[in-house]
Nanobody, 117 residues
């Protein structure tokens, strides 16, 4: 059974940092693309960043470029999202997801990130 378990969310002041982790289990993810999404209250879920498990190529949404970094640790089957210079508008529930072909098939339960001004 595939499991994606996020951790690392919390409350931080504007300008601060957090690192989110997503522990993946249940299958071999070497052919997958791992993504971090977020959803703020009253807004649609949006892609923040993704990384190809094999090769490590990355994508970032414009609103996080230069502030967030996605990475993975193959040995730990874990994907990270390092978030620096956080802003109040980054407040959202952050989700980890896995995609092999077109759509993201597997999702974690989400972790809350709250940035105070």
């Amino acid at each position: 059974q595939v499991q994606l378990v996020e951790s690392g969310g919390g409350l931080v002041q504007a300008g601060g940092s957090l690192r989110l982790s997503c522990a993946a289990s249940g299958r071999t993810f070497s052919t997958y693309i791992m993504g971090w999404f977020r959803q703020a209250p009253g807004k649609e879920r949006e892609l923040v960043a993704n990384i190809r498990w094999s090769g490590g190529s990355t994508y970032y949404a414009d609103f996080v470029k230069g502030r967030f970094t996605i990475s993975r640790d193959n040995a730990k089957s874990t994907v990270y999202l390092q978030m620096n210079n956080l802003k109040p508008e980054d407040t959202a529930v952050y989700y980890c997801a896995a995609r092999r072909l077109v759509s993201y098939d597997f999702w974690g339960q989400g972790t809350q990130v709250t940035v105070s001004s």
